[in-house]
C-alpha cells in the first residue's frame, strides 16, 4: 500500500488549505484508516486527525476548530482542509495509514504506513 500527498505549496494567511491523500496499491480508502500529521521544521510530528469507516473522524485538541477530514472514496482520497491559514500551521503535512479501527493509533503516530509528506509555506 502506497499513501502519496498532494496539494501543498505556498499558502497565504487568511486561506484554506487543501490537501489529498491517494491510497494506491491496495483496497479502497474505506477499508483503511487513514491520518493526517504534519511537522514544522525543528519540531516533532503532531497528529491532526484521523477517519475511519467504523469510527468515524477524529481530531486533535488542537485541530478540531480549523480542521476537516473526509473521505473521497470514488477518488480513493482522503483530504484535509484547514481554514484560516496562519504562519505557525507551515511544515511537512503526511498521512499515515493502519488497517479498519486503526485510528485508535493515530494520537501516538502508531500508523502502520506513511506517505512521504508534502511541504506547506505560509509567509508571515
Known amino acids: 500500500v502506497q499513501l502519496v500527498e498532494s496539494g501543498g505549496g505556498l499558502v497565504q494567511p487568511g486561506d484554506t488549505l487543501r490537501l489529498s491523500c491517494v491510497v494506491r496499491g491496495g483496497f479502497g480508502v474505506d477499508l483503511y484508516s487513514i491520518g493526517w500529521f504534519r511537522q514544522a521544521t525543528g519540531k516533532e510530528r503532531e497528529p491532526i486527525g484521523c477517519?475511519?469507516?467504523?469510527?468515524?473522524?477524529h481530531y486533535s485538541e488542537a485541530a478540531k476548530n480549523r480542521f476537516s477530514i473526509s473521505a473521497n472514496i470514488p477518488e480513493n482520497t482522503v483530504d484535509l482542509q484547514m481554514i484560516n491559514a496562519r504562519p505557525e500551521d507551515a511544515g511537512t503535512y503526511y498521512c499515515?495509514?493502519?488497517?479498519?479501527?486503526?485510528?485508535?493509533?493515530?494520537?501516538?503516530?502508531?500508523?502502520?504506513?506513511w506517505g512521504e509528506g508534502t511541504v506547506v509555506t505560509v509567509p508571515s
Open positions: 477517519i475511519d469507516s467504523s469510527t468515524g473522524v
Open positions: 499515515g495509514g493502519a488497517g479498519p479501527a486503526g485510528c485508535i493509533k493515530y494520537e501516538k503516530l502508531g500508523m502502520d504506513f
